[in-house]
């Protein structure tokens, strides 16, 4: 695969610890397109040595509005499916730019590690240091030993070490959009935690059509209604459900948007500074970034103060688990304390509905949104490799419009037929 690629799939065993590196070529790019598409045929490949992949969208780290989107697919502990989740902020368009396109994780390890990917090398570590540490700690050690603040971790928290199937993966200090207990089969692997970074670069087989057209994309995107929504809060109200606007507002100090999208569907809430302060803070860990629009719902609804329900989601954040099935558990038992909440951490065991009955996570399921639609849209998010809650604000996004693009791209014939059949395959 020459353009819009890396070009090459590495299949790391964790067993062995013996890394294959394979050439992604076009014949499975014009079969499967991207991302889930892709990253469920290697799954199936490898099946029966239940594998985590990791992959990037066609369009990831492209110019294409909102194409932030990395995916990690795997069969959730929660409910027995093959699933999809999103690796959102910067983490995918790094994954995008290490060298690799997809990584598919097999095999258990003896001991605990991680992997560190990095500009087309692949390699396994042992994580002694950093095995029974929180999210938060983790990062900042394994940026520490790198001597690279810009590293992107996908890891997991004591959660995930110890077994919960409510266990997250977290991308850097934050909560992601796994509800599928993907951090428990981390642990169960013993893999800490995956660093990415690269430098690598994208060809582009028709460049000054691509870009011309990416900028027509954005131009339209900015003219839509998408573009007037800044921070969680407007988002949930966007998509339907309870404006929460008020209620945060005084907690509110910014917005973060992910890689090249338009629309900042993160907000960082300061705790222990003042929001309004506009130079850099010097207090250690002032806040936590607020990435997941379902548990601030349900806190809200239990009664909690806004600040209250942040100072969960933080613990939640360093324990490496679901805020959302937190959230979801606490509802069901009628715990309405913070510092109970926080201190059943350890404790808490589901089933939840919070991991939804799809095959992609509910992270982008808000409000009244008819369920055939949504499974399609998040189906073109996770193929092409764009942010979901952003796909589903941006109509201006249409199937022909991403197909034509990624055949500029990439000089390959991709039709509405093909992305049909992979939609079908990756739903059914």
């Not at 890396?6 to 397109?33: F, N, Q």
């Not at 339907?240 to 509110?252: K, V």
């Not at 929001?275 to 250690?284: G, I």
């Not at 937190?326 to 715990?335: D, F, M, Q, R, Y």
């Amino acid at each position: 695969m020459e353009y819009l690629a890396s070009g090459k799939i590495a299949v790391v065993d964790l067993a062995t610890r013996e890394i294959i590196e394979e050439e992604l070529d076009d014949d499975l790019v014009l079969e499967k397109i991207g991302g889930a598409g892709i990253t469920k045929s290697l799954y199936d490949r490898f099946a029966d040595q239940d594998p985590i992949v990791l992959g990037t969208g066609l369009l990831t780290g492209s110019l294409v509005p909102g194409s932030s989107l990395g995916v990690i697919t795997a069969k959730s502990p929660l409910t027995g499916r093959v699933s999809h989740v999103p690796l959102s902020l910067d983490a995918g368009m790094e994954l995008k730019y290490s060298g690799f396109d997809y990584i598919v994780i097999k095999g258990i390890s003896e001991k605990p590690v991680y992997l560190w990917i990095h500009d087309g090398i692949a390699d396994i570590s042992d994580s002694d240091d950093l095995w029974g540490q929180d999210v938060w700690t983790a990062t900042d050690r394994i940026r520490d030993l790198m001597g690279d603040d810009l590293i992107q971790v996908i890891g997991i928290g004591e959660a995930g070490e110890k077994g919960s199937d409510l266990a997250q993966i977290s991308i850097n200090y934050w909560q992601s959009g796994d509800r599928m207990g993907f951090g428990n089969l981390f642990g169960k692997k013993r893999l800490k935690l995956i660093a990415l970074r690269g430098m690598g670069l994208l060809e582009i087989a028709e460049p000054e059509e691509f870009i011309e057209k990416c900028g027509e994309l954005l131009s339209a995107v900015k003219s839509g209604g998408a573009a007037k929504i800044r921070g969680i809060a407007a988002m949930a109200a966007a998509l339907g459900a309870e404006d929460i606007g008020e209620w945060l507002q005084p907690l509110t100090h910014k917005h973060m948007a992910c890689f090249n999208t338009s629309v900042p569907t993160n907000t960082f809430v300061f705790l222990d500074e003042d929001p309004s302060l506009l130079k850099e803070t010097t207090v250690n860990e002032p806040g936590v970034l607020l990435t997941d629009i379902s548990p601030l719902l349900i806190f809200k609804r239990l009664g909690l103060t806004a600040a209250d329900a942040c100072h969960v989601l933080k613990a939640c954040a360093k324990y490496g688990i679901d805020a959302a099935a937190v959230a979801e558990l606490s509802e069901t038992t009628g715990l309405t304390d913070p510092e109970a909440i926080k201190g059943a951490l350890p404790d808490l065991k589901g089933p939840v509905s919070s991991s939804g009955d799809a095959v992609f996570s509910p992270w982008a399921a808000v409000g009244n949104q008819e369920k055939e639609g949504w499974m399609r849209r998040q189906a073109v998010a996770y193929i092409f490799g764009i942010h979901p809650l952003f796909a589903l604000m941006a109509p201006e996004l249409t199937e022909e419009k991403l197909l034509d693009i990624s055949s500029l791209g990439t000089e390959l014939e991709l039709t509405q037929e093909t992305l049909d059949e992979v939609i079908a395959d990756i739903t059914g």
